[in-house]
């Protein structure tokens, strides 16, 4: 809202687990209060029907090699983010994640548990998923007002329908990340900016793009909101050839982020 009040506007929504909700926001599919309905009903479906304990665990390695190890070592974990070239996160219950950390240090590949209340993108998140479904079946959402970009399937969803279906099924799909900012690079997106707390998905994203576009983060520890926001206006000149300064200012894409799956 406060990037709209400067008068920029995305052209393209996409977001990041969780986040996806917060980019249907942005993209004007959902208002606040349907957004904090269907958060709350994702969560309580979460905690009625999630009965197993589980993690998620970062692999510094590429979605291929990860693939490889786990089908080597047999291990009882899923491929639940492809959130870079060099960044594949796994998901499974707190003992299979503990196996297959176990199992990456004896082939030093780096890895960190990420502390999640359950299994998120994975197919033990599937009683929540029926139940989050029934739950969103009467939460009113809209034609989306900027193109709105699917990180479970990689596609651009225009109805309503089939955004929902898109926010239900994610919690047993990937998020395919990688995937979701490579279209972008194809469809001439060249400013990537991160709505959210800190800056991890730019720089998630930038292992990514490399040189072919810019990315920001709208919130850096020890900048203020406003130094940010002139480092926007002064990338958003330098994309697009003119000034930022008028409400028709535009981003080339909105990503935003999520935590907690």
């Known amino acids: 809202s406060a990037l709209r009040e400067a008068g920029l506007q995305p052209d393209v929504c996409l977001g990041h687990s969780l986040g996806e909700f917060s980019a249907a926001f942005a993209a004007r599919v959902l208002d606040v209060n349907e957004l904090a309905h269907l958060a709350r009903a994702r969560a309580q479906a979460v905690m009625t029907q999630v009965r197993v304990a589980g993690g998620l665990l970062s692999v510094r390695a590429s979605a291929s090699e990860i693939d490889a190890v786990l089908r080597e070592g047999r291990l009882p974990v899923e491929i639940s983010h492809l959130n870079s070239p060099k960044q594949t996160v796994v998901a499974g219950t ?10 990456l240090d004896n082939r030093h590949i780096a890895s960190m548990p990420i502390s999640v209340p359950a299994p998120f993108h994975t197919q033990l998140m599937q009683d929540a998923e029926r139940v989050f479904g029934t739950l969103a ?20 969803l225009s109805e309503p329908q089939d955004i929902r279906q898109s926010l239900v099924r994610q919690l047993t799909k990937p998020v395919m990340s990688l995937g979701a900012v490579e279209r972008l690079l194809s469809d001439d997106v060249r400013l990537l900016i991160e709505v959210g707390p800190n800056d991890v998905l730019t720089r998630l994203t930038k292992e990514i793009v490399g040189q072919r576009a810019l990315c920001l983060s709208a919130d850096v520890p020890d900048q203020t909101f406003e130094q940010r926001l002139a480092l926007i206006h002064a990338a958003i000149e330098c994309v697009t050839g003119r000034p930022a300064v008028s409400s028709r200012a535009e981003w080339n894409a909105v990503n935003s982020n999520g935590r907690g799956g």
């Not at 707190?94 to 199992?103: H, L």
């Open 137 to 156: 079946e009467n939460v009113r959402l809209r034609v989306p007002t900027t193109a709105f970009l699917s990180a479970t399937s990689v596609r651009y």
């Open 94 to 103: 707190k003992e299979s994640i503990a196996e297959a950390q176990k199992y």
